[in-house]
């Protein structure tokens, strides 16, 4: 993905304005690399969603540990697809809420399938699944 076309992109004068204010604060000399990844991630999150493909990607989920049987129901789901996940870390973010990130990697059927499982629980407050974007290596093709 080296290769590069010149194209032309014409964008609002606000969304101009706050790129150019987020690159001045993060350093960034490219527009194009910052528009480049955007698209790529914006790609890469609506595939995943419609194509069956092998998908590497992160899970993030909060939720309220004492809110009934969550606790109890979070963990049965991800023994029951232990296939998937790859692992976990869990940090207390107040005294009720707990923000758990779940490394999976699988086919996106059992991925799509984890994550609307771990959505139908009572309980849990936030989940978003940010799929890594994984290019082809050449050399095993």
């Given amino acids: 993905m080296n ?3 010149k194209t032309g992109v014409s964008l609002p004068k606000e969304i101009i304005r706050i790129l150019d204010e987020y690159m001045k604060l993060t350093g960034l000399k490219s527009r194009s690399k910052v528009l480049s990844d955007a698209v790529l991630n914006f790609i890469n999150e ?3 969603l419609e ?5 590497t990607g992160v899970l993030i989920v909060v939720y309220n540990e004492k809110r009934g049987d969550t606790v109890r129901r979070f963990l049965d789901v991800q023994h029951d ?3 998937e996940i790859v692992a976990t870390m869990h940090t207390h973010v107040t005294h009720d809420k707990c923000l758990e990130v779940i490394l999976v ?3 996106s059927t059992y991925i799509r399938r984890l994550v609307g499982e771990i959505q139908n629980i009572t ?3 936030y989940t978003k699944f940010v799929p890594i974007p994984m ?3 050449s ?3």
């Fill in 105 to 107: 990697k699988s086919k």
């Fill in 46 to 48: 609506q595939i995943w």
């Fill in 139 to 141: 050399k095993h093709d």
């Fill in 123 to 125: 309980g849990i407050e």
């Fill in 135 to 137: 290019q082809q290596d």
């Fill in 81 to 83: 697809h232990l296939g």
């Fill in 51 to 55: 194509t069956e493909r092998d998908i």
């Fill in 3 to 5: 290769e590069r076309i």
